[in-house]
């Protein structure tokens, strides 16, 4: 195992680290139980400080691939055998705290009033034009290189779908996958979840959580061929599934030529200084769809989500549901395109993170 940084990449240091020891543990170069190099030797061999090896381990065990063992080093905890199909005995429910369910980000107001007044300077009379149906271009090249910077998911603008709030977009996911499939959900879950599917018609199992998300048992029990999911703090539980569950759910919807429905409704504010790897992410058949809203993150009242679909399904849907206008109004898009490329969005969603890091620490 030999590593390396290449200082002219834009990525900073800690994540070329991160992105090599992963590849390394995901393609099985070390194993379930081995030890990861000490931050000794990362930092003689690539040349970088022991912080910056820090910084890079404490994401690789934010994420479910290694964890720290006192006075032992770090060690990979992540395994392929865990997936679906595997005998797992069963086990009680232990959950974590459940997220506050409300403007939990504290967007400040000022930097949405001002940016409110330049969007209606440089747009003027343009506020009243219809959107495009998938939803206005410049929000949706704003989310594309958003997604690209904060979760390394490259998609391009006709991936996106913007809608306002995520009952729309669920109702969306549920036409263009169809109600003659069963779809697989969460127990616990939101409970808006169950019953927009069931106002489409559609046909539901309830699979239950374990603290590590849907288990194994269910999953191998189950006749759903759509998995909906929230793998970054399920509501009302708290769960998030680790590495090797989200790997497992991708495994799940290959084996039943299905689909996920990837609702990270309340990832970015997680207390990592970078995002859970998504499902969405992690595929590489085009087997999820991503779903996310800004409601968390900016305000309740600002009704905007959107909904990226893979390669596969883009036809489908123009076919199907491409004649729907967009429900989310203009300027609210428009509003949210420009928190997104100014960096207000980030720099908001990292001052939140910091916060709850050192309240975790209190």
Do not use: W
């Not at 931050?39 to 910056?52: N, P, Q, Y």
């Not at 959950?95 to 330049?118: C, I």
């Not at 800004?294 to 009242?301: D, I, L």
């Not at 989500?305 to 549901?321: H, I, S, T």
Request: neutral net charge; glycine residues 8%; contains cysteine.
């Amino acid at each position: 195992m030999k590593y390396g940084i290449d200082k002219t990449a834009k990525q900073p240091a800690y994540m070329q680290l991160y992105s090599q020891i992963k590849a390394d543990i995901t393609d099985g170069v070390i194993k379930y139980g081995e030890k990861l190099p000490s931050k000794r030797t990362l930092c003689a061999e690539t040349g970088v400080s022991v912080i910056t090896a820090e910084h890079a381990y404490a994401i690789l065990c934010d994420e479910g691939y290694a964890e720290a063992r006192e006075r032992s080093g770090y060690f990979v905890i992540y395994k392929e055998s865990d997936f679906i199909y595997k005998n797992a005995p069963g086990k009680n429910k232990v959950y974590g705290k459940p997220p506050q369910h409300k403007n939990s980000g504290d967007f400040p107001f000022s930097v949405l009033a001002k940016t409110m007044r330049r969007v209606i300077l440089d747009y003027g009379e343009a506020l009243l034009v219809k959107s495009h149906n998938k939803g206005c271009i410049e929000l949706r090249e704003a989310v594309c290189s958003y997604l690209a910077r904060s979760n390394g998911m490259k998609v391009s603008p006709e991936q996106v779908i913007i809608g306002a709030g995520a009952e729309y977009i669920y109702g969306l996911a549920a036409q263009l996958l169809g109600e003659d499939r069963i779809y697989g959900l969460e127990d616990p879950s939101y409970e808006k979840i169950r019953r927009v599917y069931g106002a489409n018609g559609v046909k539901y199992e309830l699979l239950p959580l374990h603290d590590d998300g849907i288990t194994t048992e269910a999953l191998a029990r189950s006749s759903a061929s759509v998995l909906h999911i929230t793998p970054f703090h399920s509501y009302p539980s708290g769960v998030t599934a680790p590495a090797s569950k989200r790997r497992e759910y991708l495994s799940f919807a290959k084996a039943k030529d299905g689909y996920i429905i990837e609702d990270n409704y309340d990832s970015e504010l997680t207390v990592s200084r970078k995002n859970e790897d998504t499902v969405f992410s992690l595929s590489d058949d085009g087997r999820v769809i991503y779903i996310n809203t800004f409601s968390m993150t900016v305000a309740p009242s600002l009704r905007l989500g959107y909904m990226v679909l893979p390669d596969r399904l883009l036809k489908e849907f123009d076919e199907k549901l491409g004649f729907y206008s967009c429900t989310a109004p203009v300027f609210e898009q428009l509003v949210l395109a420009e928190l997104l490329n100014n960096g207000d969005f980030e720099r908001h969603v990292n001052r939140v993170r910091r916060e709850k890091r050192k309240q975790n620490l209190s």
